[in-house]
């Protein structure tokens, strides 16, 4: 099973933005590229600049959603 891991690991790290990874009935992997924000330190107030990024979305397919959810 980790080899399964591995292998959507690797297809996330080398995607570019908007790229999917699919698995039938499972769900989506979707790499999304995240705009630089201002982001502050709630105990001092100071400001930073948080950097653009990659972060990854997952949306659930929909035969899982049935299962999960009895429908």
Not at 10 to 20: L, M, Q, R, V
Request: charged share 35%; net charge positive.
């Amino acid at each position: 099973m980790s080899r399964v891991f591995e292998i959507i690991s690797e297809e996330i790290i080398n995607g570019e933005d908007n790229h999917k990874i699919q698995i039938s009935g499972f769900g989506t992997f979707v790499v999304k590229k995240r705009a630089p924000k201002i982001g502050r330190n709630p105990k001092t107030k100071e400001e930073k600049l948080i950097p653009e990024r990659f972060g990854i979305s997952f949306k659930v397919g929909k035969r899982l959603y049935r299962e999960l959810n009895g429908k």
